[in-house]
């Protein structure tokens, strides 16, 4: 808080002065230079026009258009081959995007070039970046194996985001928020502009809250951007820090179709019901995830001649936190208050209150020499060293009958420690008019060590210990080509190999199971023709996957969904974009993916949980084969009106093939056929906005209006899990079922029709 205090004051003090120093870096400052060695940072890893793959940039118009408070998965939700999930139901909170259909831990994040994927986990918890997209100047979705970048295996997708430029002018801004579900969020922002044509401040303040759809699924998140800059001739350096810190209602385990027909839609069971003395319900206020995340970048741009530039950045991320748990009626899960070392007694159960913490640090060095002679030939060198060590440490706070000995009672503790370095050299080259091959290779190694105890205990009563030091090196090689027919007519190809470790939750959820490291192979073929009022293109793609990690259907006892490994799967489709732009005041964009995503030869482990039986090729789970997406936007004067319409197909929730367990009462009739599929859906929103401006009185720009999401209520489920068990028939068949049980089967639904009204304001 006391560094926000500092900028705002910061920038009262300087406003005058930024006043008359804009005028003259107008007319003496080179702005455009300045521009570009800003954005020297995201060069190495991201792709251009030439490259031959397949991605879609946002721009910062682009992204302010949609950024009312909901997290970026929600904001890149229209671009192609992507779903999203959020446990709220409302995109605010814990949410998350799958790419093709790959989860969210196999998706590379940066942010200028620098890794912002949990280095252990290998996700990205959006919950912990509050509005970091009002601070973003550009982002890239690449789709598939995409470029060499630094950090976590991209291996299904890599998202680039370069933070926003340093303005050449001052300025100060409001961005207000409010809607459904107590909704909301603010924004402040400014900037001196550039300073003797030498130095920049620029920042941002937020919050945002929300209630949430589902019940007590509520979120708070503050955060603040800040970054300094200098500015050379030929040099750039920017000071960037930037948090978050967020507290976040448990709403992570899903509610099964029974107890939404008992309790309603928005029941959510995190926080265990229970009664007090009076004989009053309630649920536990404190079931909460809390966690602080702190960034500081240092970044170094050089221009070392007309077509050499060359970057440098530093990097350091703190992470500490924790999340609070109430449990009682022990022993569901065969768990007794002797596994937190209450007691010795195996047999003992009750109730108490856990904290799962984490402490953790993050640091490390990218870089990259960038040489484009502007006549067809570009090239760059770079990669970067990072370490993380973090600590896992489990505390009761309190427990009945049997009373802890002190407060805050550690009962388990391990820690990880990762090394990752990559290097990787990347040349496009028109060796012809036209014509021009890409080559990208790169060598990756990492070191991932884990030691301590952890939460979980073997049958015989002994705590299960990570004893584990493994290293991966992989050599990850790209080639293609892309022609540039004529100047609307664009044809590339590229073929490329990818690896990717397991993740911390892959060594957890599979205790004692020897993990393989993936491999994917990544075959995209695509053409785009491209004139002044019309673009229309489409991406053929073949990821032929060796011992993918594919999500099993169940969660482990945190909400996170589980994968193990498979020894053939791939996912194959096309891609489908245009834009249409009749008349200057209406435009047309539509995309569509259509693909098939399958395990050949999947298995499933019987009831005896040793025999398992091939049930032939699969549906991939949380892989629709069929997305598509239309934006209607119309402009009149200062007016402006959107309408965005979805199609998500139907995702199966586990690799099974089996849409649906049959559940048997306990004489061992057929009672229900419970599903485990993710219904297809189609919702429409409509956003409308008016801007003006007010000179006189200094508002350079005022923009008002609504977005109404979901506009017909379509009901939906985001997300879910299943977790039937398998048996064999007398004719052979596999049967999926569950024994007089009802709850095997969870899902996670969207909000119907709610809205959010928004204020900008521009000084």
């Known amino acids: 808080m006391k560094k926000i205090l500092l900028g705002l004051t910061a920038f009262v003090a300087m406003n005058a002065m930024a006043e008359n120093a804009a005028k003259r870096a107008a007319v003496s400052g080179d702005s455009l230079t300045n521009v570009k060695l800003q954005e020297v940072q995201v060069v190495s890893t991201r792709a251009s026009k030439k490259t031959p793959m397949a991605f879609t940039n946002m721009t910062k118009d682009q992204i302010k258009a949609v950024n009312y408070g909901q997290d970026v998965p929600y904001l890149l939700s229209l671009t192609p081959s992507i779903t999203m999930t959020s446990d709220a139901g409302n995109g605010i909170g814990y949410t998350s995007l799958r790419v093709r259909g790959t989860d969210p831990t196999r998706v590379n994040v940066t942010a200028n070039g620098i890794p912002i994927n949990d280095a252990e986990s290998a996700g990205l918890y959006w919950v912990n970046m509050g509005d970091f997209a009002s601070s973003v100047q550009s982002m890239q979705i690449q789709r598939g194996v995409g470029t060499s970048t630094n950090g976590a295996g991209a291996f299904g997708a890599t998202l680039s985001m370069q933070t926003e430029n340093i303005s050449q002018n001052p300025y100060f801004g409001v961005d207000m928020s409010a809607g459904s579900y107590a909704s909301h969020k603010e924004t402040v922002r400014f900037s001196t502009g550039i300073l003797s044509n030498k130095w920049g401040f620029q920042g941002r303040l937020s919050n945002i809250g929300s209630k949430g759809y589902l019940d007590r699924a509520s979120t708070k998140l503050n955060s603040y951007f800040l970054q300094a800059g200098y500015f050379g001739e030929n040099t750039v350096v920017k000071l960037i820090t930037f948090n978050g810190q967020e507290e976040t209602y448990h709403a992570w385990n899903y509610a099964s179709k029974y107890e939404q027909s008992l309790y309603g839609r928005t029941y959510n069971s995190c926080g265990l019901m229970y009664t007090d003395a009076n004989g009053n319900m309630h649920y536990y206020d404190d079931q909460t995830d809390n966690y602080h995340q702190q960034h500081y970048q240092l970044l170094w741009n050089q221009l070392l001649s007309k077509a050499l530039t060359m970057n440098v950045a530093l990097h350091y991320t703190k992470g500490e936190g924790y999340y609070e748990q109430y449990k009682n009626d022990y022993g569901y899960d065969d768990e007794t208050l002797a596994e937190y070392g209450i007691t010795t007694d195996w047999t003992a159960l009750g109730t108490l209150v856990n904290q799962k913490k984490m402490d953790n640090d993050f640091y490390g060095a990218v870089a990259s020499l960038n040489f484009d002679n502007s006549q067809g030939l570009r090239a760059t060198i770079g990669g970067g060293w990072n370490k993380y060590v973090g600590d896992h440490f489990g505390l009761v706070k309190w427990s009945q009958p049997v009373a802890t000995t002190y407060p805050n009672k550690e009962y388990y503790r391990n820690t990880g420690k990762k090394t990752d370095m990559n290097v990787y050299g990347k040349v496009d080259w028109e060796f012809l008019s036209g014509l021009s091959a890409y080559v990208d290779l790169q060598y990756r190694h990492l070191n991932y060590r884990m030691d301590g105890p952890t939460d979980e205990w073997n049958d015989d009563h002994t705590q299960k210990v990570f004893n584990f030091n493994d290293n991966y090196n992989f050599f990850n090689p790209k080639f293609g080509i892309n022609y540039q027919l004529t100047p609307n007519h664009r044809f590339y190809a590229s073929y490329a190999i990818a690896h990717k470790e397991p993740t911390r939750n892959d060594y957890e959820d599979n205790f004692g199971i020897g ?234 639904p969207s909000a119907p029709f709610n809205f959010m009204a928004h204020l900008s304001l521009n000084f």
């Open 515 to 748: 993990l393989k490291a993936e491999r994917l192979n990544d075959l995209e073929v695509g053409y785009k023709y491209q004139s002044t009022r019309f673009t229309a293109g489409f991406n053929l793609y073949w990821m032929d996957y060796k011992d993918q990690f594919v999500l099993t259907g169940e969660l482990n006892p945190i909400g996170e969904a589980k994968a193990i490994n498979v020894p053939e799967s791939y996912r194959m489709g096309v891609e489908l974009e245009a834009a249409w732009m009749p008349v200057d005041w209406f435009r047309w964009d539509a995309n569509a993916t259509f693909s098939t995503n399958k395990v050949k030869n999947a298995v499933v482990t019987l009831k005896d949980k040793v025999t398992k039986v091939n049930v032939g090729d699969t549906h991939l789970s949380f892989s629709p084969d069929a997305l598509f997406n239309n934006i209607f936007t119309f402009k009149y004067d200062n007016f402006k009106a959107s309408v965005q319409s979805q199609f998500v197909g139907e995702q199966y929730l586990t690799n099974s093939g089996f849409k649906s367990y049959t559940n048997y009462d306990s004489n061992g009739d057929v009672e229900s056929e419970v599903s485990m599929m993710l219904d297809s859906h189609f919702t429409t929103n409509v956003d409308l906005s008016y801007s003006f401006a007010i000179k006189p009185l200094g508002l350079k720009e005022a923009t008002f209006g609504v977005s109404l999401y979901n506009l017909f209520s379509a009901k939906f489920d985001n997300n879910g899990w299943a977790s039937p068990k398998f048996r064999q028939k007398a004719d052979g068949t596999v049967e999926a079922y569950r024994n007089d049980d009802l709850y095997e089967a969870g899902f996670a």
